[in-house]
């Protein structure tokens, strides 16, 4: 009769450790999804200010880096090695 008492109040102490550890983690999966759903919409609002920024940008500003191809290079090429 000891014995079936002993298990009965081990396997009840059990169940309210896995209750306890299933709500905390549920807690925290809600946490981290509200979480996430501020992080896309701030995001959101990054990317729609990068747009914005970029259409006012001047086209003029990236003339360099296209006509970096049409410039003669200047750089000299190494001698080859001899043996």
């Given at each position: 009769m000891l014995w079936?008492?002993?298990?009965?109040?081990?396997?009840?102490g059990a169940l309210v450790v896995l209750f306890l550890v299933v709500r905390r983690t549920w807690r925290k999966a809600r946490a981290l999804i509200s979480e996430m759903g501020t992080a896309s919409d701030r995001l959101?609002?990054?990317a729609a200010v990068?747009?914005?920024?970029?259409e006012l940008a001047?086209?003029?500003q990236h003339e360099p880096l296209a006509s970096r191809s049409r410039r003669p290079r200047?750089?000299?090429r190494r001698p080859p090695v001899v043996r």
């Amino acid at each position: 009769m000891l014995w079936a008492l002993l298990w009965t109040v081990l396997g009840l102490g059990a169940l309210v450790v896995l209750f306890l550890v299933v709500r905390r983690t549920w807690r925290k999966a809600r946490a981290l999804i509200s979480e996430m759903g501020t992080a896309s919409d701030r995001l959101a609002a990054v990317a729609a200010v990068a747009a914005a920024i970029e259409e006012l940008a001047d086209p003029a500003q990236h003339e360099p880096l296209a006509s970096r191809s049409r410039r003669p290079r200047t750089r000299r090429r190494r001698p080859p090695v001899v043996r």
